[in-house]
């Protein structure tokens, strides 16, 4: 079946440190890969999508490679800040019609 | 963006009582809604799936008599937690999504405390 596996949190970064969530996925054929954010209060929202292998997705300074070969679409910024502060979603969506969900992880942002 | 609401953010009922869910896309219609729960520390996990004037599909393990989904309009969607008990207690999210599109929009949650 369909899956998706992110690293456990929380991961705690001082400011401007680098950033990397790995998340892996199990699927058949070729699934669109999702990262969503979720911030303290407020409903999840799409932070950036790759939908065939090797496109890569960008927003707000984050970034995530869609790799087949390790079935990867690990999630990377170079700087963080505070206000990155907030929970983040690995997702797919593999022909189907609604998103799967890894565990979610906590990134905490220290100044 | 796309602006879903949900009402209420949080509740708190005893067991045996039931409780209704609203969720409304503020500023776009909904032709499908999904509705998740989502355990401390877990995953958000899909509960069922609706099409604006048709029946639900539940996820198996669910029961349907136990949540029952409305989603009369392409506006709004409810859920009913019918007969709640404590181990009913979870974050409950919908999240709505146009014909055609991927992309997924979420509302806020709503945090179910049965006592």
């Known amino acids: 079946g369909n899956s998706v596996t992110q690293m456990e949190g929380p991961v705690t970064l001082s400011e401007e440190a680098f950033l990397t969530i790995n998340c892996t996925y199990t699927a058949t054929g070729y699934p669109s890969l999702f990262w969503y954010v979720q911030y303290p209060g407020e409903g999840l929202q799409l932070l950036l999508k790759a939908t065939k292998a090797d496109d890569k997705g960008s927003n707000k300074g984050f970034e995530a490679t869609y790799r087949k070969e390790t079935t990867s679409f690990h999630l990377e910024k170079g700087s963080v800040q505070v206000s990155d502060s907030a929970v983040y979603f690995c997702a797919l969506i593999n022909g189907g019609t609604a998103l799967i969900f890894g565990k979610g992880t906590t990134l905490s942002v220290s100044s | 963006g796309a602006v879903v609401s949900q009402h209420p953010s949080w509740v708190i009922c005893k067991s045996g009582t039931s409780v209704k869910i609203e969720c409304r896309s503020l500023?776009?219609?909904?032709?499908?809604m999904f509705w998740y729960r989502q355990f401390p520390k877990q995953s958000l996990m899909l509960m069922a799936t609706?099409?604006?004037?048709?029946?639900?599909?539940?996820e198996q393990g669910v029961e349907k008599d136990k949540f029952l989904i409305n989603h009369a309009s392409l506006t709004l969607s409810t859920l009913t937690v019918t007969s709640a008990h404590p181990e009913d207690s979870s974050f409950y999210i919908c999240s709505p999504k146009l014909a055609g599109e991927e992309t997924q929009y979420f509302g806020p949650g709503t945090r179910l405390l049965v006592l």
């Open positions: 609706s099409n604006e004037g048709s029946k639900a599909t539940y």
């Open positions: 500023d776009f219609q909904a032709t499908t």
